[in-house]
């Protein structure tokens, strides 16, 4: 393991969880809670041991036999538990350990049968996917439900098919391995549920293999007989599945004997890599991981599962910097069609839950099912000419949503290798390549470069806002974006002989390139014009204000004034407030406030976009753009400015003044400017909440257009983790 990380810094953590419940860890490091760790459980782990996606029924007895402790306790360090609170820790066990390539139900019985409510009427009565969000739902549920009454087997059975026959048989045509986990005390119950069973499993080819997990000893011969025959489906003609049936008279055994379920399937020797879904780094919380396993196997058989840990932003760093021009984009998606980067998604970076992850076909609707199943395939090709729509976000996706622009488009696609996932790459048909300057030169002594100490330039270093900076000169900031090789920068420490390299082709003293994108050197020497400009402007009065000056081009480069230390990893390409600006072109575009990422606080931000220059200065919503240039202001002063433009503003007794974006967010409210309150900045406000008194209109959006004061009827199917736009 060791060897590994030094062949490969992009690792993470590796590991091996064995089928025993071992887990290795590398590098080491303190987990608090290693009770609720079981690889076993959790779905990447199956995911590799199972790779068959799953169709699950859990059903668990909620009679008022199941108030019962009638569990011997091999563990004294924790107390006796209720056979209910046992079937419901058990079957959310079960629920963990699925993916969204997996289907789940659940059914809790007594006399009658509860299943999951939803208002599309998903969880009652067909299989829903199970997504993170699926999931949390019929934990809910599950968490929730009492008990009275007694039993009945005949309904909870019938139940249990209605899942699979309301179902969609097939997904895609793959195969899938359908299961029935049955809870129950055996105390007390009515029916006998062998012919219905038979006859359900008929309509389904007798695919589904039913496991019987008995809570509780000494029943009556005669319980114990019926459900051994549930589990081995005896009067099922043909063949049958033979499914376990088990007596668990230890409360401690029974989440484990529960949790293994997948064991007992029909699994294929797996030889390819699996890669998990996207989750949550548990140790920063932040930023998304991607695991890697393979599945363990000896002279013995099956032994446990190794993986290996990435962050998805330098594994596909490739993609997520590509910079072909604004009208193109890409996009990875799986073989099974869940899309992992798109435009239309968040930041991964930025990410501090887990997703659930979405088909590509709630993205890409017009490039065609022959392109879609030819990259789950893995197969390499092109299509050209295809009119699509060009996604644009309008700023914060998840709150602003997203614009387009149709054009006609070529896709090209490919298979990445040793991996499940493919590639495409999204080129306007006739895109224009930007044009290059020639011959820019840049004065030597005044290039500072974004991550070095202000005094290793000779620069005396001043407070600026809650930063030390210099006002002697800007300083350039490299984005990853900036780079050929965007993963190695990202992992790469920078030294700083490396950094001197970098310094000496910037500065024109080297014509060996270490590693820039090719238009690089002149976008550093045609900002540093702008330098001069924002140093004689300092000694305006409102100049006090200003927190920053900064221009962001399209390969990269963020200029800034004044200079001062930044984090490699930050691109501003990828900031809300630029894509935002990019979206409204030929517009001055103000952000709602926000903390500052560079640690000024709460600001707000002017910006604009560039075109790349014409001779008679007249541009076009279709021109290209070149960057953004911005400017960051104190909510304070913007407050300040508001009041001396609308003096009407300043009356704070008789008026309050709001200022809204086109999204409806609240750019300026007094309360942001109180002294002594905390305006909860953090935080986006819409003028459609109830502390505003205002609501959206009730008129529909026309098809051009959507502002925030009407709205566009999107319905969320719940059991296919799919967006259908009515």
Same mark, same amino acid.
């Given at each position: 393991?060791?060897?590994?990380?030094?062949?490969?810094?992009?690792?993470?953590?590796?590991?091996?969880?064995?089928?025993?419940?071992?887990?290795?860890?590398?590098?080491?490091?303190?987990?608090?809670?290693?009770?609720?760790?079981?690889?076993?459980?959790?779905?990447?782990?199956?995911?590799?041991?199972?790779?068959?996606?799953?169709?699950?029924?859990?059903?668990?007895?909620?009679?008022?036999?199941?108030?019962?402790?009638?569990?011997?306790?091999?563990?004294?360090?924790?107390?006796?538990?209720?056979?209910?609170?046992?079937?419901?820790?058990?079957?959310?066990?079960?629920?963990?350990?699925?993916?969204?390539?997996?289907?789940?139900?659940?059914?809790?019985?007594?006399?009658?049968?509860?299943?999951?409510?939803?208002?599309?009427?998903?969880?009652?009565?067909?299989?829903?996917?199970?997504?993170?969000?699926?999931?949390?739902?019929?934990?809910?549920?599950?968490?929730?439900?009492?008990?009275?009454?007694?039993?009945?087997?005949?309904?909870?059975?019938?139940?249990?098919?209605?899942?699979?026959?309301?179902?969609?048989?097939?997904?895609?045509?793959?195969?899938?391995?359908?299961?029935?986990?049955?809870?129950?005390?055996?105390?007390?119950?009515?029916?006998?549920?062998?012919?219905?069973?038979?006859?359900?499993?008929?309509?389904?080819?007798?695919?589904?293999?039913?496991?019987?997990?008995?809570?509780?000893?000494?029943?009556?011969?005669?319980?114990?007989?019926?459900?051994?025959?549930?589990?081995?489906?005896?009067?099922?003609?043909?063949?049958?599945?033979?499914?376990?049936?088990?007596?668990?008279?230890?409360?401690?055994?029974?989440?484990?004997?529960?949790?293994?379920?997948?064991?007992?399937?029909?699994?294929?020797?797996?030889?390819?890599?699996?890669?998990?879904?996207?989750?949550?780094?548990?140790?920063?919380?932040?930023?998304?991981?991607?695991?890697?396993?393979?599945?363990?196997?000896?002279?013995?058989?099956?032994?446990?599962?190794?993986?290996?840990?990435?962050?998805?932003?330098?594994?596909?760093?490739?993609?997520?910097?590509?910079?072909?021009?604004?009208?193109?984009?890409?996009?990875?998606?799986?073989?099974?069609?869940?899309?992992?980067?798109?435009?239309?998604?968040?930041?991964?970076?930025?990410?501090?839950?887990?997703?659930?992850?979405?088909?590509?076909?709630?993205?890409?609707?017009?490039?065609?099912?022959?392109?879609?199943?030819?990259?789950?395939?893995?197969?390499?090709?092109?299509?050209?000419?295809?009119?699509?729509?060009?996604?644009?976000?309008?700023?914060?996706?998840?709150?602003?949503? !997203?614009?387009? =622009?149709?054009?006609?488009?070529? %896709?090209?696609? +490919? #298979?990445?290798?040793?991996?499940?996932?493919?590639? *495409? /790459?999204?080129?306007?048909?006739?895109?224009?390549?930007?044009?290059?300057?020639?011959?820019?030169?840049?004065?030597?002594?005044?290039?500072?470069?974004?991550?070095?100490?202000?005094?290793?330039?000779?620069?005396?270093?001043?407070?600026?806002?809650?930063?030390?900076?210099?006002?002697?000169?800007?300083?350039?900031?490299?984005?990853?974006?900036?780079?050929?090789?965007?993963?190695?920068?990202?992992?790469?420490?920078?030294?700083?002989?490396?950094?001197?390299?970098?310094?000496?082709?910037?500065?024109?003293?080297?014509?060996?390139?270490?590693?820039?994108?090719?238009?690089?050197?002149?976008?550093?020497?045609?900002?540093?014009?702008?330098?001069?400009?924002?140093?004689?402007?300092?000694?305006? !009065?409102?100049? =006090?204000?200003?927190?920053?000056? %900064?221009?962001? +081009? #399209?390969?990269?480069?963020?200029?800034?004034?004044? *200079? /001062?230390?930044?984090?490699?990893?930050?691109?501003?390409?990828?900031?809300?407030?630029?894509?935002?600006?990019?979206?409204?072109?030929?517009?001055?575009?103000?952000?709602?406030?926000?903390?500052?990422?560079?640690?000024?606080?709460?600001?707000?931000?002017?910006?604009?976009?560039?075109?790349?220059?014409?001779?008679?200065?007249?541009?076009?919503?279709?021109?290209?753009?070149?960057?953004?240039?911005?400017?960051?202001?104190?909510?304070?002063?913007?407050?300040?400015?508001?009041?001396?433009?609308?003096?009407?503003?300043?009356?704070?007794?008789?008026?309050?003044?709001?200022?809204?974006?086109?999204?409806?967010?609240?750019?300026?409210?007094?309360?942001?400017?109180?002294?002594?309150?905390?305006?909860?900045?953090?935080?986006?406000?819409?003028?459609?909440?109830?502390?505003? #008194?205002?609501?959206?209109?009730?008129?529909?959006?026309?098809?051009?257009?959507?502002?925030?004061?009407?709205?566009?009827?999107?319905?969320?199917?719940?059991?296919?983790?799919?967006?259908?736009?009515?």
């Amino acid at each position: 393991m060791k060897s590994n990380l030094n062949n490969d810094p992009t690792l993470l953590w590796q590991y091996f969880g064995s089928d025993q419940g071992v887990l290795t860890n590398y590098p080491a490091s303190n987990l608090s809670n290693c009770q609720t760790l079981d690889a076993r459980f959790r779905n990447y782990y199956v995911a590799t041991a199972s790779p068959v996606p799953k169709d699950v029924v859990i059903m668990f007895e909620a009679s008022s036999a199941m108030t019962q402790k009638s569990f011997e306790n091999s563990d004294p360090s924790t107390p006796d538990k209720p056979l209910i609170q046992l079937a419901k820790e058990s079957s959310t066990t079960v629920l963990n350990t699925l993916g969204s390539l997996d289907r789940v139900g659940v059914i809790a019985f007594n006399g009658d049968v509860t299943t999951p409510l939803s208002q599309d009427g998903c969880y009652r009565q067909t299989l829903a996917k199970a997504t993170r969000n699926n999931i949390n739902k019929l934990k809910g549920f599950i968490n929730n439900k009492g008990v009275n009454g007694d039993s009945d087997y005949n309904k909870a059975f019938a139940a249990a098919f209605q899942f699979f026959n309301e179902s969609e048989r097939s997904l895609q045509g793959e195969k899938r391995d359908r299961i029935i986990l049955f809870l129950t005390s055996g105390s007390s119950y009515s029916g006998n549920p062998l012919e219905i069973i038979r006859d359900g499993n008929a309509a389904m080819n007798n695919e589904v293999v039913i496991h019987v997990f008995q809570l509780g000893k000494d029943r009556p011969q005669e319980t114990e007989e019926l459900l051994r025959n549930i589990s081995r489906q005896v009067l099922n003609p043909g063949s049958t599945r033979t499914g376990r049936y088990m007596v668990l008279s230890d409360q401690k055994m029974l989440m484990t004997a529960m949790g293994e379920y997948y064991q007992y399937s029909e699994n294929e020797r797996q030889e390819d890599p699996v890669f998990s879904e996207p989750f949550i780094d548990m140790f920063s919380q932040k930023g998304l991981l991607i695991s890697m396993c393979l599945p363990v196997y000896t002279v013995g058989g099956f032994k446990g599962v190794v993986c290996n840990d990435f962050r998805l932003e330098e594994l596909l760093a490739d993609v997520t910097y590509l910079r072909e021009g604004e009208n193109s984009y890409a996009f990875v998606i799986d073989g099974f069609g869940r899309t992992l980067v798109h435009p239309l998604l968040p930041q991964r970076r930025q990410s501090t839950d887990n997703p659930d992850i979405v088909d590509i076909e709630n993205f890409e609707r017009l490039v065609g099912q022959d392109v879609i199943q030819s990259m789950k395939r893995g197969e390499t090709g092109n299509k050209t000419g295809i009119v699509t729509k060009m996604p644009i976000s309008r700023g914060i996706m998840l709150y602003e949503g !997203d614009t387009s =622009k149709t054009i006609k488009a070529n %896709y090209f696609w +490919t #298979k990445v290798q040793k991996s499940n996932y493919s590639v *495409c /790459v999204v080129i306007k048909e006739d895109l224009s390549s930007l044009k290059e300057l020639k011959d820019a030169t840049i004065d030597s002594k005044g290039f500072y470069y974004h991550t070095r100490e202000i005094t290793d330039y000779g620069s005396q270093p001043c407070r600026h806002y809650a930063r030390w900076a210099t006002k002697d000169h800007s300083c350039v900031m490299l984005a990853p974006s900036s780079f050929a090789d965007p993963t190695g920068y990202l992992i790469r420490n920078e030294t700083q002989a490396k950094i001197r390299e970098y310094e000496r082709y910037l500065r024109g003293d080297s014509t060996n390139n270490p590693g820039f994108v090719d238009t690089l050197l002149n976008s550093v020497a045609a900002t540093y014009k702008l330098e001069s400009f924002w140093k004689d402007s300092i000694s305006h !009065d409102q100049a =006090k204000y200003v927190v920053w000056r %900064y221009i962001c +081009t #399209k390969d990269g480069i963020t200029r800034l004034y004044p *200079c /001062v230390q930044l984090t490699k990893d930050y691109d501003p390409a990828l900031r809300p407030w630029y894509q935002r600006t990019i979206a409204k072109r030929k517009k001055f575009v103000l952000s709602t406030p926000y903390l500052d990422a560079w640690g000024s606080g709460y600001l707000l931000t002017l910006s604009r976009s560039m075109y790349e220059g014409k001779l008679n200065g007249q541009h076009s919503p279709d021109d290209v753009v070149v960057g953004v240039m911005g400017t960051d202001l104190t909510v304070n002063y913007f407050n300040q400015l508001i009041q001396e433009i609308y003096p009407i503003c300043g009356q704070t007794q008789s008026y309050s003044c709001i200022v809204i974006d086109d999204s409806g967010f609240i750019v300026m409210h007094p309360d942001f400017v109180v002294t002594g309150s905390d305006p909860g900045l953090d935080n986006l406000f819409h003028i459609g909440n109830k502390d505003y #008194k205002k609501s959206p209109s009730v008129n529909k959006c026309g098809s051009d257009n959507c502002d925030c004061l009407c709205y566009r009827d999107v319905d969320f199917n719940v059991c296919t983790n799919k967006y259908v736009q009515t």
